[in-house]
């Protein structure tokens, strides 16, 4: 058993920080971003999977998760982590403005 964590948005930002700093300490990371990062895969190539895929499209993420791989990854951690960093910060404006469409994708990506 080790310590294992699912990082959302680990491709840049904050979300690189962090999967540096986990994967540093030798956590194994399964990153989920719209692309890879091969030089981040590079450094970590046992410890770091990554996931290319838009976590706004529903049925994409469906089809992933029938795969089993996430329960494959997570099979033997103890502890396993969960680390939600993927977001946006549109649409931006007041409420009653706002296209019903570019909200729930926005809740889609952040909740």
């Known amino acids: 058993m080790r310590i294992k964590a699912v990082l959302t948005g680990h491709r840049r930002g904050l979300g690189r ?3 540096q700093a986990l ?3 030798g956590v194994a990371v399964l990153g989920i971003s719209r ?3 091969p030089e981040l895969g590079a450094r970590f190539p046992g410890l770091l999977t990554q996931l290319a895929l838009d976590l706004a499209d529903t049925p994409a993420l469906l089809r992933w998760l029938e795969t089993g791989a996430l329960a494959d990854f997570l ?3 103890e502890p396993a982590l969960l680390i939600n960093n993927a977001g ?3 649409p931006m404006g007041a ?3 706002q296209d019903a469409r570019e909200v729930a994708a926005a809740v889609a990506i952040n909740v």
Do not use: F
């Open 17 to 19: 920080g962090i999967a």
């Open 23 to 25: 994967l540093q300490r």
């Open 35 to 37: 692309s890879v990062d």
């Open 75 to 77: 099979a033997d951690a």
């Open 88 to 90: 946006v910060v549109s």
């Open 95 to 97: 409420l009653p403005q």
